[in-house]
Protein backbone atom coordinates (compact mmCIF):
# COMPACT_ATOMS: atom_id res chain seq x y z
CA UNK A 1 0.00 0.00 0.00
CA UNK A 2 1.33 3.41 -0.77
CA UNK A 3 0.61 6.87 1.26
CA UNK A 4 -0.16 9.41 -0.87
CA UNK A 5 0.54 13.06 -0.37
CA UNK A 6 -1.79 15.15 -1.93
CA UNK A 7 -0.99 18.71 -2.41
CA UNK A 8 -3.91 21.64 -3.36
CA UNK A 9 -2.94 25.54 -4.15
CA UNK A 10 -4.95 26.39 -7.44
CA UNK A 11 -7.11 29.43 -5.32
CA UNK A 12 -6.73 30.47 -1.66
CA UNK A 13 -6.55 27.44 0.37
CA UNK A 14 -3.71 25.30 1.05
CA UNK A 15 -4.38 21.91 1.21
CA UNK A 16 -2.35 19.01 2.20
CA UNK A 17 -4.04 15.45 2.56
CA UNK A 18 -2.39 12.33 3.36
CA UNK A 19 -4.79 9.02 1.82
CA UNK A 20 -3.64 5.18 1.53
CA UNK A 21 -6.20 2.63 0.18
CA UNK A 22 -9.17 5.09 0.18
CA UNK A 23 -8.94 6.16 3.65
CA UNK A 24 -7.93 9.69 4.71
CA UNK A 25 -4.91 9.73 7.40
CA UNK A 26 -4.67 13.80 7.89
CA UNK A 27 -5.01 16.62 6.79
CA UNK A 28 -4.60 20.81 6.77
CA UNK A 29 -5.77 23.57 5.72
CA UNK A 30 -4.74 27.05 5.48
CA UNK A 31 -6.70 29.69 4.03
CA UNK A 32 -5.74 33.17 2.95
CA UNK A 33 -9.76 33.72 2.56
CA UNK A 34 -9.20 36.92 5.67
CA UNK A 35 -6.43 38.39 3.31
CA UNK A 36 -8.81 38.50 0.70
CA UNK A 37 -11.97 39.98 2.18
CA UNK A 38 -11.25 43.75 2.31
CA UNK A 39 -10.82 42.67 -1.99
CA UNK A 40 -14.17 41.55 -1.34
CA UNK A 41 -12.17 38.43 -3.29
CA UNK A 42 -9.38 36.31 -3.61
CA UNK A 43 -6.12 38.53 -5.24
CA UNK A 44 -3.52 35.82 -6.92
CA UNK A 45 -0.79 37.67 -5.95
CA UNK A 46 -1.60 37.35 -1.70
CA UNK A 47 -3.01 33.80 -2.10
CA UNK A 48 0.63 32.94 -4.12
CA UNK A 49 2.06 34.40 -1.04
CA UNK A 50 0.37 32.72 1.68
CA UNK A 51 0.19 29.06 -0.37
CA UNK A 52 4.28 29.69 0.11
CA UNK A 53 4.09 30.87 3.58
CA UNK A 54 1.80 27.78 4.52
CA UNK A 55 2.59 24.73 2.52
CA UNK A 56 5.38 22.90 4.57
CA UNK A 57 4.18 23.52 8.03
CA UNK A 58 0.73 22.35 6.02
CA UNK A 59 2.58 19.10 5.06
CA UNK A 60 4.11 18.84 8.77
CA UNK A 61 0.82 19.39 10.01
CA UNK A 62 -1.31 16.45 8.42
CA UNK A 63 1.91 14.04 8.74
CA UNK A 64 1.62 14.96 12.57
CA UNK A 65 -2.20 14.25 12.68
CA UNK A 66 -1.68 10.91 10.40
CA UNK A 67 1.44 9.88 12.93
CA UNK A 68 3.46 9.60 9.45
CA UNK A 69 7.04 11.09 8.30
CA UNK A 70 8.17 12.48 5.36
CA UNK A 71 9.87 8.80 4.16
CA UNK A 72 6.78 6.99 4.68
CA UNK A 73 5.34 8.98 1.83
CA UNK A 74 5.21 6.68 -1.78
CA UNK A 75 3.58 9.46 -4.03
CA UNK A 76 3.27 12.94 -4.53
CA UNK A 77 -0.70 13.61 -6.37
CA UNK A 78 -0.97 17.85 -6.33
CA UNK A 79 -3.50 20.02 -8.36
CA UNK A 80 -1.70 21.04 -11.61
CA UNK A 81 -5.17 23.28 -13.03
CA UNK A 82 -7.51 24.63 -13.25
CA UNK A 83 -7.15 27.42 -11.25
CA UNK A 84 -4.82 30.96 -10.60
CA UNK A 85 -1.81 30.66 -12.25
CA UNK A 86 0.20 31.89 -9.82
CA UNK A 87 -1.12 29.89 -6.44
CA UNK A 88 -0.95 26.42 -9.06
CA UNK A 89 2.43 27.29 -9.24
CA UNK A 90 3.22 27.57 -5.88
CA UNK A 91 1.80 23.75 -5.57
CA UNK A 92 3.66 21.99 -8.31
CA UNK A 93 6.79 23.48 -7.43
CA UNK A 94 6.41 21.87 -3.57
CA UNK A 95 5.03 18.76 -5.22
CA UNK A 96 8.06 18.68 -7.34
CA UNK A 97 10.53 19.40 -4.80
CA UNK A 98 8.99 16.40 -2.24
CA UNK A 99 8.99 13.82 -5.22
CA UNK A 100 12.01 14.61 -5.86
CA UNK A 101 14.04 14.38 -2.64
CA UNK A 102 11.69 11.43 -1.76
CA UNK A 103 12.04 10.08 -4.71
CA UNK A 104 8.90 8.43 -5.21
CA UNK A 105 6.31 9.39 -8.27
CA UNK A 106 4.41 12.96 -8.66
CA UNK A 107 0.99 12.84 -10.28
CA UNK A 108 -0.66 16.05 -11.92
CA UNK A 109 -4.06 15.86 -11.40
CA UNK A 110 -7.35 18.22 -12.53
CA UNK A 111 -8.70 20.17 -9.55
CA UNK A 112 -12.03 18.74 -10.13
CA UNK A 113 -11.51 15.45 -10.46
CA UNK A 114 -10.35 15.95 -7.12
CA UNK A 115 -13.84 17.86 -5.93
CA UNK A 116 -15.50 14.48 -7.46
CA UNK A 117 -13.26 11.96 -5.56
CA UNK A 118 -14.00 14.16 -2.60
CA UNK A 119 -17.02 12.46 -1.75
CA UNK A 120 -15.14 8.73 -1.82
CA UNK A 121 -13.04 9.68 1.16
CA UNK A 122 -16.12 9.79 3.54
CA UNK A 123 -18.85 7.22 1.77
CA UNK A 124 -16.58 4.64 -0.13
CA UNK A 125 -16.07 4.20 -3.88
CA UNK A 126 -19.01 5.46 -6.06
CA UNK A 127 -20.91 3.85 -7.99
CA UNK A 128 -20.66 2.54 -11.81
CA UNK A 129 -22.36 5.96 -13.02
CA UNK A 130 -22.77 8.76 -11.13
CA UNK A 131 -23.95 12.32 -11.86
CA UNK A 132 -21.65 15.14 -9.98
CA UNK A 133 -22.99 18.85 -9.59
CA UNK A 134 -19.97 20.77 -8.90
CA UNK A 135 -20.78 24.39 -7.86
CA UNK A 136 -18.58 27.15 -6.47
CA UNK A 137 -16.98 30.11 -6.61
CA UNK A 138 -15.25 29.44 -10.11
CA UNK A 139 -17.18 26.31 -11.30
CA UNK A 140 -21.06 25.71 -12.12
CA UNK A 141 -20.81 22.01 -14.09
CA UNK A 142 -22.81 18.63 -14.16
CA UNK A 143 -20.24 15.84 -14.75
CA UNK A 144 -21.30 12.71 -15.65
CA UNK A 145 -18.66 10.30 -13.88
CA UNK A 146 -17.96 6.27 -13.86
CA UNK A 147 -14.50 5.17 -12.62
CA UNK A 148 -12.73 8.38 -11.72
CA UNK A 149 -9.00 7.31 -13.22
CA UNK A 150 -10.24 5.15 -16.10
CA UNK A 151 -13.47 6.08 -17.45
CA UNK A 152 -13.23 10.07 -19.42
CA UNK A 153 -15.24 12.29 -17.14
CA UNK A 154 -18.40 13.97 -19.59
CA UNK A 155 -18.64 17.58 -19.14
CA UNK A 156 -22.36 17.36 -19.43
CA UNK A 157 -22.60 21.54 -18.97
CA UNK A 158 -21.24 24.45 -17.96
CA UNK A 159 -22.42 27.85 -16.18
CA UNK A 160 -22.66 30.15 -19.64
CA UNK A 161 -21.50 33.40 -17.93
CA UNK A 162 -21.35 33.61 -13.81
CA UNK A 163 -20.67 30.35 -11.47
CA UNK A 164 -23.14 30.51 -8.84
CA UNK A 165 -20.81 31.29 -6.25
CA UNK A 166 -19.92 34.13 -7.90
CA UNK A 167 -23.62 35.47 -8.57
CA UNK A 168 -23.51 34.19 -4.55
CA UNK A 169 -20.60 37.04 -3.88
CA UNK A 170 -21.54 39.46 -6.41
CA UNK A 171 -25.68 39.76 -4.48
CA UNK A 172 -23.56 40.19 -1.34
CA UNK A 173 -22.22 43.08 -2.75
CA UNK A 174 -25.34 44.47 -3.86
CA UNK A 175 -27.03 43.94 -0.22
CA UNK A 176 -23.93 45.41 1.57
CA UNK A 177 -23.00 42.15 2.85
CA UNK A 178 -19.14 41.00 3.54
CA UNK A 179 -17.25 38.58 1.16
CA UNK A 180 -17.24 35.33 1.08
CA UNK A 181 -20.96 35.59 -0.06
CA UNK A 182 -22.14 32.10 0.24
CA UNK A 183 -22.30 32.11 4.16
CA UNK A 184 -23.29 35.67 4.48
CA UNK A 185 -26.20 35.16 2.27
CA UNK A 186 -27.06 31.62 4.02
CA UNK A 187 -26.87 33.48 7.30
CA UNK A 188 -29.24 36.65 6.60
CA UNK A 189 -31.34 34.12 4.44
CA UNK A 190 -32.13 32.46 7.76
CA UNK A 191 -34.49 35.06 8.99
CA UNK A 192 -35.84 35.80 5.41
CA UNK A 193 -38.97 34.25 3.32
CA UNK A 194 -37.55 32.76 0.74
CA UNK A 195 -40.92 33.47 -1.40
CA UNK A 196 -41.01 37.31 -0.93
CA UNK A 197 -39.71 38.33 -4.30
CA UNK A 198 -40.09 35.88 -7.12
CA UNK A 199 -36.75 36.17 -8.86
CA UNK A 200 -36.17 34.29 -12.16
CA UNK A 201 -35.34 30.64 -12.19
CA UNK A 202 -33.11 30.76 -15.29
CA UNK A 203 -32.87 28.80 -18.36
CA UNK A 204 -35.62 26.54 -17.15
CA UNK A 205 -38.06 27.52 -19.66
CA UNK A 206 -39.34 25.17 -22.42
CA UNK A 207 -36.62 25.77 -25.20
CA UNK A 208 -33.73 26.38 -22.93
CA UNK A 209 -30.88 24.09 -22.70
CA UNK A 210 -32.33 21.57 -19.99
CA UNK A 211 -29.17 21.27 -18.11
CA UNK A 212 -27.85 24.43 -19.28
CA UNK A 213 -26.81 27.21 -15.93
CA UNK A 214 -26.59 30.98 -16.45
CA UNK A 215 -26.60 33.29 -13.26
CA UNK A 216 -25.75 36.60 -14.08
CA UNK A 217 -29.60 37.73 -15.17
CA UNK A 218 -30.63 36.56 -11.90
CA UNK A 219 -27.65 38.68 -10.00
CA UNK A 220 -28.79 41.45 -12.42
CA UNK A 221 -32.53 41.10 -11.05
CA UNK A 222 -31.58 41.24 -7.41
CA UNK A 223 -29.31 44.11 -8.28
CA UNK A 224 -32.60 46.09 -10.35
CA UNK A 225 -34.66 44.81 -7.02
CA UNK A 226 -32.67 46.85 -4.45
CA UNK A 227 -31.92 49.62 -7.06
CA UNK A 228 -35.55 50.16 -7.81
CA UNK A 229 -36.40 49.87 -3.48
CA UNK A 230 -33.18 52.37 -3.06
CA UNK A 231 -34.10 55.07 -5.45
CA UNK A 232 -38.33 55.39 -3.79
CA UNK A 233 -36.28 55.40 -0.23
CA UNK A 234 -37.99 52.28 0.80
CA UNK A 235 -36.03 50.19 2.81
CA UNK A 236 -34.17 46.90 1.33
CA UNK A 237 -35.33 43.89 3.19
CA UNK A 238 -32.15 42.11 3.08
CA UNK A 239 -33.02 38.99 4.91
CA UNK A 240 -35.85 38.27 2.51
CA UNK A 241 -34.05 39.30 -0.22
CA UNK A 242 -31.16 36.98 0.85
CA UNK A 243 -33.40 34.10 0.85
CA UNK A 244 -35.62 34.74 -2.00
CA UNK A 245 -32.35 34.71 -4.33
CA UNK A 246 -30.54 31.74 -2.36
CA UNK A 247 -34.21 30.04 -3.40
CA UNK A 248 -33.86 30.61 -6.47
CA UNK A 249 -30.04 29.17 -7.06
CA UNK A 250 -30.97 26.03 -4.79
CA UNK A 251 -34.41 25.22 -6.79
CA UNK A 252 -32.15 25.56 -10.19
CA UNK A 253 -29.17 23.57 -9.43
CA UNK A 254 -31.07 20.71 -8.21
CA UNK A 255 -33.99 20.77 -10.52
CA UNK A 256 -30.82 20.53 -13.15
CA UNK A 257 -29.03 18.16 -11.49
CA UNK A 258 -32.16 15.64 -11.22
CA UNK A 259 -32.44 16.44 -14.64
CA UNK A 260 -29.10 15.04 -15.46
CA UNK A 261 -29.80 12.09 -13.10
CA UNK A 262 -33.04 11.30 -15.15
CA UNK A 263 -31.58 12.01 -18.41
CA UNK A 264 -28.60 9.80 -18.28
CA UNK A 265 -30.64 6.96 -16.06
CA UNK A 266 -28.13 7.66 -13.14
CA UNK A 267 -29.30 6.64 -9.31
CA UNK A 268 -26.75 8.79 -7.50
CA UNK A 269 -26.14 12.27 -7.72
CA UNK A 270 -22.96 13.82 -5.62
CA UNK A 271 -22.70 17.56 -5.34
CA UNK A 272 -19.22 18.96 -3.74
CA UNK A 273 -17.89 22.65 -3.95
CA UNK A 274 -18.20 25.57 -1.71
CA UNK A 275 -21.80 25.82 -2.57
CA UNK A 276 -22.47 22.29 -1.42
CA UNK A 277 -22.49 24.01 2.45
CA UNK A 278 -25.38 26.15 1.74
CA UNK A 279 -28.08 25.07 4.22
CA UNK A 280 -30.67 25.14 1.14
CA UNK A 281 -29.01 23.81 -1.15
CA UNK A 282 -28.55 20.92 0.94
CA UNK A 283 -32.04 20.63 2.52
CA UNK A 284 -33.60 20.78 -1.19
CA UNK A 285 -31.03 18.74 -2.56
CA UNK A 286 -32.40 16.04 0.03
CA UNK A 287 -35.92 16.48 0.16
CA UNK A 288 -36.27 16.09 -3.54
CA UNK A 289 -33.70 13.02 -4.04
CA UNK A 290 -35.37 11.28 -1.33
CA UNK A 291 -38.87 12.18 -2.97
CA UNK A 292 -37.06 11.07 -6.66
CA UNK A 293 -35.68 7.67 -5.31
CA UNK A 294 -32.13 9.02 -5.85
CA UNK A 295 -29.24 8.42 -3.72
CA UNK A 296 -27.59 11.26 -2.88
CA UNK A 297 -24.05 11.93 -1.63
CA UNK A 298 -22.76 15.16 0.02
CA UNK A 299 -19.74 14.79 1.55
CA UNK A 300 -19.24 17.28 4.79
CA UNK A 301 -18.22 21.06 3.99
CA UNK A 302 -14.71 21.16 4.86
CA UNK A 303 -14.15 17.96 1.89
CA UNK A 304 -17.00 20.36 -0.42
CA UNK A 305 -14.58 23.34 -0.45
CA UNK A 306 -10.95 23.20 -1.78
CA UNK A 307 -8.64 20.94 0.25
CA UNK A 308 -5.83 18.64 -0.18
CA UNK A 309 -7.28 15.30 1.23
CA UNK A 310 -9.88 15.23 -2.42
CA UNK A 311 -6.17 15.47 -4.23
CA UNK A 312 -4.84 12.92 -2.48
CA UNK A 313 -8.10 10.31 -2.85
CA UNK A 314 -7.40 11.08 -6.60
CA UNK A 315 -3.70 10.36 -6.72
CA UNK A 316 -4.55 7.24 -4.45
CA UNK A 317 -7.06 5.94 -7.64
CA UNK A 318 -4.35 6.50 -9.96
CA UNK A 319 -1.75 5.06 -7.67
CA UNK A 320 -3.78 1.77 -7.19
CA UNK A 321 -4.65 1.54 -11.16
CA UNK A 322 -1.00 1.90 -11.80
CA UNK A 323 -1.53 4.79 -14.07
CA UNK A 324 2.35 6.66 -15.41
CA UNK A 325 3.44 8.79 -13.16
CA UNK A 326 3.85 12.99 -14.22
CA UNK A 327 7.65 14.07 -15.33
CA UNK A 328 9.25 16.78 -13.54
CA UNK A 329 8.48 19.02 -16.24
CA UNK A 330 5.28 19.13 -15.75
CA UNK A 331 3.39 22.25 -16.55
CA UNK A 332 0.21 24.31 -14.50
CA UNK A 333 -2.49 24.42 -16.62
CA UNK A 334 -4.75 27.28 -15.43
CA UNK A 335 -7.39 26.87 -18.04
CA UNK A 336 -7.57 23.09 -18.61
CA UNK A 337 -10.69 21.55 -19.31
CA UNK A 338 -11.78 18.25 -17.80
CA UNK A 339 -11.30 15.54 -19.53
CA UNK A 340 -9.54 12.34 -17.43
CA UNK A 341 -8.27 13.21 -13.94
CA UNK A 342 -4.87 12.80 -14.97
CA UNK A 343 -3.43 15.67 -16.46
CA UNK A 344 -0.07 14.26 -17.33
CA UNK A 345 -0.67 10.82 -18.67
CA UNK A 346 -4.60 10.72 -19.89
CA UNK A 347 -6.18 6.60 -20.82
CA UNK A 348 -5.54 7.06 -24.65
CA UNK A 349 -8.89 7.72 -25.82
CA UNK A 350 -10.85 4.96 -27.47
CA UNK B 1 -41.05 42.01 5.86
CA UNK B 2 -39.34 40.45 8.55
CA UNK B 3 -36.48 41.79 10.31
CA UNK B 4 -32.72 41.11 9.11
CA UNK B 5 -29.30 42.61 8.65
CA UNK B 6 -29.73 46.40 7.77
CA UNK B 7 -28.98 47.44 4.16
CA UNK B 8 -26.09 49.45 3.19
CA UNK B 9 -25.55 50.46 -0.13
CA UNK B 10 -22.32 48.71 -1.74
CA UNK B 11 -18.58 51.13 -1.51
CA UNK B 12 -18.46 50.63 -5.22
CA UNK B 13 -20.65 51.53 -8.24
CA UNK B 14 -21.64 47.82 -7.99
CA UNK B 15 -25.72 49.67 -8.34
CA UNK B 16 -26.75 52.29 -10.16
CA UNK B 17 -29.10 54.41 -8.10
CA UNK B 18 -28.24 57.69 -9.76
CA UNK B 19 -26.49 57.94 -12.48
CA UNK B 20 -23.43 61.15 -12.82
CA UNK B 21 -25.54 62.76 -15.60
CA UNK B 22 -22.05 64.03 -17.63
CA UNK B 23 -22.43 64.50 -21.55
CA UNK B 24 -21.81 61.25 -23.48
CA UNK B 25 -18.42 60.98 -24.81
CA UNK B 26 -18.62 59.50 -27.96
CA UNK B 27 -21.74 57.76 -29.52
CA UNK B 28 -24.49 56.09 -27.58
CA UNK B 29 -26.12 53.00 -28.86
CA UNK B 30 -29.58 51.88 -27.66
CA UNK B 31 -29.53 47.67 -26.63
CA UNK B 32 -32.74 46.07 -25.88
CA UNK B 33 -32.01 42.93 -25.61
CA UNK B 34 -28.73 40.87 -24.67
CA UNK B 35 -28.68 39.58 -28.11
CA UNK B 36 -27.98 43.65 -29.47
CA UNK B 37 -25.18 43.61 -26.79
CA UNK B 38 -23.68 40.69 -28.09
CA UNK B 39 -24.64 41.98 -31.87
CA UNK B 40 -22.46 45.16 -31.25
CA UNK B 41 -19.70 42.59 -29.70
CA UNK B 42 -19.60 41.06 -32.79
CA UNK B 43 -19.01 43.79 -35.04
CA UNK B 44 -16.67 45.33 -32.54
CA UNK B 45 -14.79 41.79 -32.88
CA UNK B 46 -14.65 42.14 -36.72
CA UNK B 47 -12.81 45.62 -36.33
CA UNK B 48 -10.19 44.57 -33.79
CA UNK B 49 -6.60 44.34 -34.51
CA UNK B 50 -3.48 42.60 -32.47
CA UNK B 51 -2.83 45.34 -29.63
CA UNK B 52 -6.10 46.45 -29.12
CA UNK B 53 -7.13 47.73 -25.40
CA UNK B 54 -11.03 47.99 -24.64
CA UNK B 55 -11.84 49.40 -20.87
CA UNK B 56 -15.25 48.04 -19.87
CA UNK B 57 -17.40 49.97 -17.40
CA UNK B 58 -21.04 49.91 -16.02
CA UNK B 59 -22.85 48.50 -12.83
CA UNK B 60 -23.16 44.45 -12.21
CA UNK B 61 -25.33 43.11 -14.74
CA UNK B 62 -24.90 45.65 -17.51
CA UNK B 63 -23.96 43.47 -19.99
CA UNK B 64 -20.13 43.58 -19.96
CA UNK B 65 -19.50 39.54 -20.32
CA UNK B 66 -22.28 40.06 -22.78
CA UNK B 67 -20.23 42.40 -24.89
CA UNK B 68 -17.27 40.36 -24.11
CA UNK B 69 -18.77 37.53 -26.08
CA UNK B 70 -19.94 39.40 -28.94
CA UNK B 71 -16.59 40.68 -29.16
CA UNK B 72 -15.20 36.62 -28.50
CA UNK B 73 -17.84 35.85 -31.73
CA UNK B 74 -16.13 38.60 -33.80
CA UNK B 75 -12.78 37.56 -33.24
CA UNK B 76 -13.96 33.87 -34.15
CA UNK B 77 -13.56 32.39 -30.25
CA UNK B 78 -15.12 29.04 -30.10
CA UNK B 79 -15.18 28.15 -26.41
CA UNK B 80 -17.26 29.88 -24.26
CA UNK B 81 -16.96 33.25 -23.03
CA UNK B 82 -17.99 33.44 -19.88
CA UNK B 83 -17.32 35.51 -16.79
CA UNK B 84 -13.14 35.68 -15.51
CA UNK B 85 -14.46 37.06 -11.94
CA UNK B 86 -12.83 34.34 -10.21
CA UNK B 87 -9.46 33.45 -12.25
CA UNK B 88 -9.13 37.41 -12.91
CA UNK B 89 -8.49 36.70 -16.33
CA UNK B 90 -9.22 34.18 -19.38
CA UNK B 91 -7.36 33.81 -22.61
CA UNK B 92 -9.18 32.61 -25.59
CA UNK B 93 -6.67 31.65 -27.92
CA UNK B 94 -8.53 29.84 -31.34
CA UNK B 95 -9.80 32.88 -32.47
CA UNK B 96 -8.67 35.30 -35.42
CA UNK B 97 -6.68 37.03 -32.90
CA UNK B 98 -5.48 36.11 -29.33
CA UNK B 99 -8.91 37.51 -26.85
CA UNK B 100 -7.34 38.11 -23.57
CA UNK B 101 -10.79 38.60 -20.96
CA UNK B 102 -9.94 40.45 -17.72
CA UNK B 103 -12.13 41.08 -14.44
CA UNK B 104 -9.90 43.62 -12.89
CA UNK B 105 -12.11 44.00 -9.47
CA UNK B 106 -9.51 42.63 -7.13
CA UNK B 107 -6.30 44.21 -9.20
CA UNK B 108 -4.93 46.54 -6.80
CA UNK B 109 -2.54 47.46 -9.78
CA UNK B 110 -1.50 47.36 -13.26
CA UNK B 111 1.55 45.11 -12.29
CA UNK B 112 -0.97 42.55 -10.75
CA UNK B 113 -2.09 41.87 -14.62
CA UNK B 114 1.76 40.90 -15.05
CA UNK B 115 1.65 38.59 -12.47
CA UNK B 116 -0.95 36.59 -13.86
CA UNK B 117 1.84 34.81 -15.93
CA UNK B 118 -0.82 35.14 -19.18
CA UNK B 119 0.14 32.87 -22.23
CA UNK B 120 0.26 35.59 -24.01
CA UNK B 121 1.65 39.75 -24.46
CA UNK B 122 -0.59 41.71 -24.59
CA UNK B 123 0.92 43.02 -28.20
CA UNK B 124 -0.26 40.01 -30.06
CA UNK B 125 -3.63 39.86 -28.25
CA UNK B 126 -7.24 41.80 -28.07
CA UNK B 127 -7.32 42.76 -24.34
CA UNK B 128 -10.41 43.69 -22.92
CA UNK B 129 -10.60 44.66 -18.96
CA UNK B 130 -14.06 44.48 -17.36
CA UNK B 131 -13.55 47.07 -13.85
CA UNK B 132 -10.89 48.35 -15.18
CA UNK B 133 -11.08 52.16 -15.46
CA UNK B 134 -9.06 54.85 -13.71
CA UNK B 135 -5.99 51.88 -13.85
CA UNK B 136 -6.05 50.17 -17.49
CA UNK B 137 -5.40 53.23 -19.39
CA UNK B 138 -2.10 53.12 -18.83
CA UNK B 139 -1.45 50.14 -20.63
CA UNK B 140 -1.66 51.45 -23.97
CA UNK B 141 -2.02 55.37 -25.79
CA UNK B 142 -5.17 54.53 -27.30
CA UNK B 143 -7.94 52.80 -26.20
CA UNK B 144 -11.59 52.01 -26.51
CA UNK B 145 -13.21 53.23 -23.40
CA UNK B 146 -17.03 51.71 -23.41
CA UNK B 147 -19.81 52.17 -20.49
CA UNK B 148 -22.01 50.28 -20.31
CA UNK B 149 -25.56 51.00 -18.49
CA UNK B 150 -28.82 49.41 -17.52
CA UNK B 151 -32.11 51.14 -17.78
CA UNK B 152 -34.48 52.31 -14.81
CA UNK B 153 -37.16 50.11 -15.46
CA UNK B 154 -36.49 47.86 -18.34
CA UNK B 155 -34.10 45.43 -20.33
CA UNK B 156 -32.72 47.90 -22.37
CA UNK B 157 -29.01 49.01 -22.07
CA UNK B 158 -27.22 51.74 -23.70
CA UNK B 159 -23.60 51.66 -24.62
CA UNK B 160 -21.31 54.93 -24.92
CA UNK B 161 -18.04 54.02 -27.33
CA UNK B 162 -15.64 56.66 -26.34
CA UNK B 163 -12.54 56.31 -28.59
CA UNK B 164 -8.71 57.68 -26.95
CA UNK B 165 -6.63 58.17 -29.46
CA UNK B 166 -5.34 55.81 -32.24
CA UNK B 167 -7.74 54.69 -35.33
CA UNK B 168 -10.21 54.18 -32.56
CA UNK B 169 -12.59 56.95 -33.99
CA UNK B 170 -12.80 55.13 -37.33
CA UNK B 171 -12.77 51.63 -36.74
CA UNK B 172 -15.86 52.55 -34.21
CA UNK B 173 -17.70 54.00 -36.91
CA UNK B 174 -16.74 51.07 -39.58
CA UNK B 175 -18.68 48.51 -36.63
CA UNK B 176 -21.73 50.52 -35.85
CA UNK B 177 -22.19 50.76 -39.75
CA UNK B 178 -21.56 47.33 -40.04
CA UNK B 179 -24.22 46.33 -37.09
CA UNK B 180 -26.73 48.32 -39.10
CA UNK B 181 -26.12 46.19 -42.38
Same mark, same amino acid.
Given at each position: ?T??? %??? /? @????T !??GL?E?? =?L #?G &???????????RF?G???????????Q??V?????A?A??????????????T?G???AT?L????A????????L??PL???H??????A??T?V?G??????VV??V? %??H /? @?L??? !?????D?? =?? #?? &?T?????G?A???????L????????????????????????P?P?T??????????????K??V????ET?A???A?VP????????QE???????R??I?A????E????????G??A????????????????L???????RL????????A????????AKA???TL?VP????V?L?W??????P??? | ???GPR????????I???????G?????V???????T??????L????H????IIL???L????TA?TQ???????????????????A???????I?L??????????????????????Q???V???????G??E??SD???????A??????????????H??DW????A??LR????
Open positions: MLVL %GIE /T @SCDE !GVVDG =V #L &DALSSSMLEHVGVVPEIAARAHVAIPAVHELKAGATLADVGAIAVAPGLAHVGVAAKAYATASVYAVHLAGHAADLHPLPAKSLIS %GG /T @SLLV !GDLVAPI =VH #LS &DVDDAAEFDKVARVGLPYPGGPAIDAAAASGNASAVAFRLGRNDPPLGFSFSGLTAARHVLRAGPVADIAASFAVADTLIKAACRLHVGTLVIVGVANSRVRALAQERCAAGGELRVPPPCTDNGAMIAIGDLLVRAPATVRPSQRADLEHPQEL | MTMWRPPARTDRIVEADRDAGPRELPTATDRALGRAGEVLAGDLGGPGAGKLGIGDGLGVTTGVVSPTFVIRVHLEGRPVHVDAYRLGGLGELDDLDLDVSDESTVIEWGAMAALAYLRIDLRADDSDVRTAVLDAGGAARVEAARHV
